[in-house]
Structures are given as C-alpha cells and as structure tokens.
C-alpha cells in the first residue's frame, strides 16, 4: 500500500517569498491532516479536513497560512509571505473515518522541511 | 502548565536494559492516549495506544493513570533499533476526534 506522498521534500526560501506544499493522502483516508514540526518540538497541528471541508483550523495562522483540498484528495498548504519562525518541517497525515477515535491511526508523509532566510 | 509533557531526556542506555519514559497531561477530559516513535529526520509512526487497562505489545508496556493524568511507556531488552524518539500524544477533547496534541518528545539512544 502506498503511503502518504509530500513533495518537495526541501525548500530554502527567503523571507516574505511564498511556498506551497503539496500532499496526497494514502488512497480511501477521507481525513488529512497538515502538522508543523519545529526543531526539538513535537508536531502541531495546523488545519484537519474531512473529505473536502475543513473541520479543524483554529491553529492555523490564517494572516499568512492556507490550505485547500478541493475534490477531498489531494491537499496543498501555503504560506504566504514566509518568515523566519516558519522554518520547520510541515508533515501531512492522513486517516480512516472511524467511530472509535483509538482506531484512528494517523500515518505521515515524510515531510517538506522548509527554511526561511 | 502545558498540554502534555515529557522528560525530553536523551536516555542514553546500554543494550538489554528497561528504559521508562513518563508523560503528564493538563487536561482530564482527554480520552485517548498514543505513543508515537519518531527516527531521526523521519515522520512519526504510531508505536500503540495506550488504554485504560494498560497494554503489551512485544517489549513494550504502556499504563494509563486517569487519576495522576500520567502516561508512561516501558521498554524492556532494549535494541539498538529502539533508539529514537517517542512522543506522548493525547487527543484534545476541545477538538474534532482526529484533534492530538505531541508532546516534545524523550529521546532514546541505546548503545552497544
């Protein structure tokens, strides 16, 4: 089974540029999941969608950050303009709809670790 | 005090040996509970869930304490493939089901 896809894996941009990531979920996980992982930090969450809605955005930095999943498949999240504190690595996960939240696995991509100059 | 917190160590231990790694979390309301292990430069992978009763899996045992709010996960005949880092996850009760809140993480490296 093909896991969860993220391209690009690395990106240097400069401050107040833009930058989009990409991801595309493991195939029948109807939620996905946008993380960002600072050095030394835990991930945390940014935005949770459910198929083609948003259900959870409330630690999104919506001043700068977006995020869009419009045929409930694939995802891009984009930052723009970039700052310095926004160097992190930006994980997608991707879940089956389950009605026990224990079973709930949440399975990564491997990541797109951005740094902002 | 914050949402879930761990001892961020690193644990530095010879093979064969027990390791325990504690967690606390701030918010009783939670339900669920995770341990999550994460390799250097990869992403997080579910290690197990953690459940009310306590759980085994293999080597590892993770016990829930709802009184205490504390969560911890031993490792016994630790491997040199166990060093890593393991992060506490607790769902957020405020949130959707798929809500979870990591903790920083306890680095383990397991020496020869």
């Known amino acids: 089974e093909a896991g969860v896809a993220q391209s690009p894996r690395y990106k240097i941009i400069e401050k107040r540029q833009s930058v989009a990531f990409w991801c595309n979920p493991i195939?029948?996980?109807?939620?996905l999941y946008w993380y960002q992982q600072i050095l030394g930090q835990g991930p945390k969450l940014l935005i949770q969608f459910q198929n083609n809605g948003v259900v959870d955005d409330s630690q999104l930095p919506k001043d700068r950050f977006s995020a869009e999943r419009l045929k409930g498949v694939d995802s891009t999240l984009k930052i723009q303009p970039a700052k310095l504190e926004d160097s992190a690595v930006y994980l997608c996960?991707?879940?089956?709809?389950?009605?026990?939240?224990?079973?709930?696995?949440?399975?990564f991509g491997p990541g797109t670790r951005l740094t902002v100059t | 005090r914050k949402e879930v917190e761990q001892d961020p160590g690193p644990f530095n231990v010879p093979e064969g040996a027990t390791v325990a790694f504690n967690c606390t979390y701030s918010?009783?309301?939670?339900?669920?509970f995770f341990w999550y292990r994460q390799d250097c430069r990869k992403e997080p992978k579910l290690l197990m869930s953690v459940y009310s009763s306590g759980n085994e899996d293999g080597r590892f045992t993770a016990q829930l304490n709802r009184a205490s709010q504390y969560i911890s996960l031993l490792i016994r005949d630790s491997k040199l493939s166990d060093s890593a880092t393991y992060l506490c996850?607790?769902?957020?009760?405020?949130?959707?089901?798929?809500?979870?809140?990591f903790g920083k993480g306890t680095k383990l490296s397991v020496k020869p």
């Open positions: 918010n009783s309301a939670s339900q669920s």
């Open positions: 996850v607790v769902n957020s009760p405020g949130g959707s089901q798929g809500n979870l809140i």
């Open positions: 195939s029948g996980h109807a939620t």
């Open positions: 996960a991707s879940s089956l709809e389950q009605a026990e939240v224990h079973l709930n696995e949440q399975y």
